[in-house]
């Protein structure tokens, strides 16, 4: 099993790469940004938080973008929810079907090892590639942070960090079932599902008939603006977050071990 | 009497409700080369991915080395060379770390036997398997199937893009392996290779499998099979 999630680091280590440096590099960007907006964020800042339910949305009625807090919470935390979102989906979609798509299930499961064996390798390759890609994305922000000499609290970064981390596992244990069906390339519905609950979270802060459904898709407890001015989150999202995930990796093992493989 | 390496029996897949094999049985002692023959879509490679598990089976069972197919996945897969009739590997990786990949999950260090196999195939272990064309691919098949020595080796239509020296020398090889104690499953459309390399034989048709009382048919008989096969 090492073997094989070892094979797996390696094919996917350019992928990480390029993605964790991509938005990485895209939020440090942001944050360099800042000191030279600085000045005439203020206006801009009373405007954006006098614009309603688009204010609410994107949490500048709560925060002010003339603050780093505020700023990062905005901007980077919507760049970061994204890029990470559609991220974790690509990896997790491709990562079971792209042996059947590929012809290479033949190889692979010709060899001495279990479905659920390479199962597991891949669900860790999984893994570690989220946790890599969170890692590299908070380096990148913290030296935007050290080179421009802002503070930002420690706790609420971390905390945005952390359920980043998890919202990422989430809609990665999502994909990694889809995954699981009949080998094609699914790569376009991976990131159309990334977009798609992004969107049911914008929608959700924007209509209020909404927001009491807010709390089922995985931006509801990520949400930047939120965690910066200690909203409390929903713990029934955090259960709900924890079950899908947990459901669709075992959602996976089942299906791929009672199913014919594609040649 | 020898050993049953393979015991299929009464086996029945079907994909939906499309045919796959019916109730195929078959025997093959230890030692043997037996050559599986058929049409295409008679029901070969259903039958050899069924032993292999990467089908579910509908009805009967498979023992390969006396293990069960289903209970016994991995011990069977421990002991099985298989070579696919398309040989896929991942594109980015060079030959030499395909080889070695398909060893270290065995947790076994075939180096030298690898390395002898590649002289004798020609292969170059440095090319990217992207670089390589279907015959050479086909190669390196052989390679993985071959490095570990396994006790059952499992081809499917394994001749097709190699060129005729390649054919003689895996043919060559076979024979080494089997006079050591291993046991040979090919299936092919080659009449040629039955008659020349096969102890036994059996053809498909349709799903259902016959067993030939002899691999040396002439090419009347054997085109009957898939004449037949075509009319109905």
Redesign the interface.
Known sequence: MK??LK?ELL?NIKSLLIWSLSVGILGLSCILLYSSMEGEMKEMADAFSNMGAFSDAFGMSTLSIATMKGYFATEIGAVHGLGSGMFAAIIAINIISKEED??????I??????RSKVLTAKAICVAIMLVVFTAVCTACYLIGFNILGEEIPNDEFLTFMARQLLMNAEVAGICFALSSFAGKNRMGLGLGMALLFYAFDVMGRVIPDLKDYLFIGPYSYANAAEIFTGAEVESKAIILAVILLISGIAFAFWNYN????A? | MKENVIEISHLTKSYGKARGVIDVSLNVQKGDIFGFLGPNGAGKSTTIRSMLGFLKINEGSIKILGYDSVKDHEKILREVGYMPSEAWFYDSMKVGDVIKYAADVRGLDCTEEARKLCERLKVDTKKKIKQLSLGNRKKVSIVCAMQHKPKLFIFDEPTGGLDPLMQKNFFALINEYVDQGATCLLSTHVLSEVDKYCKNAAIMREGRLTMLDTPHIDDETFLSFYEDSEET
Request: glycine content about 10%; proline content about 5%.
């Open positions: 073997s094989v094979r094919l590929g012809h290479t299930g033949e190889f499961y010709s060899l001495p090892l279990s009672r199913r014919d493989l040649s």
